[in-house]
């Protein structure tokens, strides 16, 4: 009796163990259909990928970066500024307040080994492209006037050292496909808002040709 119990529970338990083997082959079958679909996904957006899409990433990517300004400034209690490279495309971050041990800049795996101790570089030449090129237009301080501005600076409360909201703008597409889309930036909070995409092209800025 003993011996035919001791075989039942060596089939069940080979049953089981089978099972089991069976199961994890199905989860890794699964694990690749997954990985196939979100493959697939990112082909097709690559392929019908337009300016909205385009503006949409690189506008919430500024504003992401823009509050990690705001972050090392209230962290630090400090000044951190961002200034607008127009020319080359690219923001770049320093620290503009006065304690020097603050002037190297945080380590960051989104730091290009090439930047200086002292910078750290956003350039919106060579961010993940869905195929559209984006542009940084410049920026603004929009009040009861609207004035040109070179960069955006935050101080130790996470405001901004500019009185009025400061507008980065965006553009990409040409001709009369060109778009444009807007980062502004709260005074008072320091905190970024991804602005509403449109074809107006924004007035006292310099639009590129074509």
């Given at each position: 009796m003993s011996s035919a119990r001791e075989l039942l529970l060596k089939f069940a338990s080979g049953s089981i163990a089978a099972q089991r083997r069976r199961a994890f082959s199905l989860l890794e079958l699964l694990m690749v259909i997954v990985l196939v679909s979100i493959l697939a996904k990112m082909v097709i957006t690559n392929a019908v990928s337009t300016a909205y899409d385009q503006l949409h990433s690189v506008a919430n990517i500024v504003a992401?970066?823009?509050?990690y300004a705001r972050g090392l400034a209230v962290g630090n209690d400090s000044t951190y500024c961002f200034t607008l490279d127009t020319t080359n495309n690219r923001l770049v971050l320093t620290y503009t307040g006065s304690d020097p041990t603050l002037a190297t800049l945080p380590n960051s795996p989104f730091r290009s080994p090439t930047d200086a101790s002292n910078q750290y570089t956003v350039s919106l030449s060579t961010l993940p492209s869905l195929g559209i090129p984006v542009k940084l237009l410049g920026g603004q301080a929009v009040g009861t006037?609207?004035?040109?501005?070179?960069?955006v600076e935050f101080g130790p409360y996470g405001s901004t050292t500019q009185a009025n909201q400061s507008v980065l703008w965006l553009t990409?597409?040409?001709?009369t496909s060109r778009r444009y889309i807007s980062v502004?930036?709260?005074p008072v909070t320091g905190l970024s808002s991804v602005g509403t995409y449109t074809n107006?092209?924004?007035?006292?800025?310099?639009i590129p040709s074509p």
């Open positions: 992401g970066e823009l509050a006037t609207t004035q040109t501005i070179t960069s990409a597409g040409t001709g502004t930036v709260n107006a092209a924004p007035s006292g800025i310099t």
